[in-house]
């Protein structure tokens, strides 16, 4: 999340009630999770396992629960619950405040563009020119739509994501991670009915120019698809994964989190994709194989009788 | 499905046009199926092979279609058409009748609970406070929401079973069974966006506190899921499962119906359950095994061209 | 897509800027796609390959990009886009004019159907008597509903298809192919809450008299479901395809487009079907073969490493 302008350290910390150690005049232009921070940037940490990376991303302010050396020109915010800082931050400049209008007059809606009946467009959502909102459509606070995006009946675009930090001590194990970041769909996409695509939980999910979607497709918080892939009915793709251009997903495809499908992949239906995978080639299986191999491997099996019988005489 | 009073025995008999055989003074709690049956309650049967399953069931009351010897203090509700005896008992007391209002006046809602814009809230539907219901999600009668509670867009909370009596013999086969019965989430709860939860038959279909599921999740009726559990996008459960506390499925993973799935257990995606597992361990396959012992699996398919190659000379 | 009266074959040249050779005297009575092509149809053509099957098909007037023989009593219409003339009938006879009712004016219900708050009628729905339609479900324009059906909620029908041009070449690679066809949902069907069931590009999507669907299925455009058929959650089937009565798929089955599955044949949960199968017969795997035939081989599989250690001395 970008906040409207750039904040001084020291309100931050004066916010989650933290001690600044290093640079004490620097103002934040943001706060992000590790894998999406920028310069300038909050970031937060309460594992040694991720300290180190952490004190050396390209955030320039890290809220910490140990006191601990800190990089020149950074600064440290020490608390003891980063987890709940953050969440202090994004319900300071964040707050849920739902618009309780069909349409919310903080939206922006472009030039030609159709919203049908019982579509729902909530806070700060901008929507470019020549689109059509069919009916039973949600799109939620500070989503982005491009120009001449179609999106079918009944779909989802910024459901929050679905990502929570285990506290096992608790009756209740799971406490939510805040989302404040974006769904932005590029110019010329096109989202069928039922579809899910969630916003990212500090930076955006973001849908390519050009990408289509069939049907009941659920997109996790912070991936990014590129331009031009075409994704079959009932495909779903997890959190934080980066598709790149003209990927091509078959029906019912799984993909999993943090992975990368290389330009041009095509992913034969029902597979599931749980490492990153190259580009240009085809793929099946669950996990996923180049398909040829997939295929021989098919052969393969139905030749085990006939290699039990020479071996051990009889079926 | 418990009535809002105990109803006399005698009242039902002539309801559904049937002789009472047995005890006629008792007067009923409820209706149920034969797996959810308590004490007091009416069962219907209409098959010889289930007629002694649900003579010696909980069920004080019998609706059957053959004279036969009654328990002492139960009775038996004689008549030729049982199936149609319970559809005339649901119609009668939980009549369709739908709320034409967005949130009807029978039902409540706690305090600081947000019912967002085009949400539908039935009749008799209870939610509890600091709930958030997000756009187009449908909740539909007699539904039981907590604290806390959390539901995505377009998520559907209540729709009917699927659930119907083969009649082969007509020119349509399937005779629906009604559903009378409800769903009841627990505090803590999140529902991701364009989830399906299937109401009970004639029992409930229950969600237990702090349970997370993502989106696009299905739940079929009667299903009992426990606490603290995570579903992942798209995962499918059939009717009349048991979902021990703190199980974990991953995206695309599909649960066939009345089976238990213990405490702990964790199913990689994709994974297909078909038969009762044992908490504590980590499954993966269609259907399930040990997922290490899967994987190891899929090592020895590699080798079948090595073996034939030694067995057969040539590949 | 069939016009509401014939149009002259010469009126259809001048919308589109074609010329004429063959019989210039024709009207034609719709347009439809070359699987689904009828006597008096237009048809378009645009890649050499299929040049000669358009033209020997059912249709009576072809539109195509090169001028070439005309067999008898047939006219072509010659044009060097054909997929954009396709475009431009399309837009002239079925222009995208969406309702901005709940109900539009021009949709028909009949006795006794229950529409219920949010759900969205198109214009020149027609809907039968008896129907129940739950809270926000989509209906699109020109779709029929037969008596006696159940759409649960959050349901959509008459979503366009998903069926796209390729045209590389351009910074937005695919093209869509408009949808003018419909969706008719005969007598007695059951829809589950949140199904898709997209309209057929230029035919119909049917969904036959008594057939029953949980939660969260897909049907794609074109494809003919026949009577009394079980779909549990989460079944996906492409475009184009044939289903033929009484089939049962089981939970998460996938469906490839164009093939036909026989009459009476059951799939078991989480399998795919890529090609044609015969009815009567019980299926398992992903692809499909014959369920007993794939337990099997799972056994076989099992049985890899006690041959391994007899051929080579060792696991």
């Known amino acids: 999340m970008r906040f409207d302008i750039p904040v001084p350290v020291s309100f931050i910390a004066g916010l989650i009630g933290a001690e600044i150690v290093g640079n004490k005049d620097g103002a934040a232009i943001g706060i992000n999770e590790i894998h999406k921070v920028e310069n300038g940037d909050l970031v937060f940490v309460d594992h040694p396992k991720y300290y180190d990376t952490c004190i050396n991303s390209a955030a320039s302010f890290i809220i910490i629960n140990k006191e601990t050396d ?122 069928g009915a039922n579809c899910t695509i969630d916003r990212g939980v500090s930076a955006d999910t973001i849908i390519g120019a ?47 989190k943090t992975l990368t499908i290389g330009k041009g992949a095509v992913v034969y239906a029902q597979s599931g994709v749980k490492d990153s995978i190259e580009g240009g080639k085809v793929y099946f299986g669950s ?5 040829r191999e997939k295929m021989k491997e098919f052969v393969w099996i139905k030749r085990i009788p006939q290699l039990w019988e020479k071996v051990m005489g009889k079926k």
């Open 70 to 191: 800190c990089p020149d020109g950074k600064a440290l915010l020490i608390t003891d619950e980063p987890f709940e800082a953050y969440l202090k931050i994004v319900n300071h400049f964040r707050p849920f405040s739902p618009s309780m209008k069909m349409i919310s007059d903080s939206s922006s809606v472009g030039e030609n563009t159709v919203i049908m009946p019982s579509a729902y467009i909530g806070n700060h959502v901008i929507i470019g020119d020549n689109c059509i909102i069919h009916p039973n459509v949600t799109i939620l606070d500070h989503c982005i739509i491009g120009d001449e995006v179609v999106i079918q009946a009944g779909t989802v675009i910024g459901s929050d994501a679905f990502y929570y930090n285990k506290k096992t001590a608790r009756p209740i194990h799971y406490k939510k991670m805040a989302s404040c970041g974006r769904v932005i769909i590029e110019g010329c996409v096109e989202i």
């Open 287 to 291: 996990p996923v194989e180049d398909a």
């Open 210 to 256: 050009g990408t289509k979607m069939d049907n009941l497709v659920h997109i996790g918080h912070d991936t990014v698809v590129g331009k031009n892939c075409l994704f079959a009915g009932q495909v779903g793709i997890a959190g934080a994964t980066t598709i790149e251009d003209e990927v091509v997903l078959w029906g019912q495809v799984g993909v999993s």
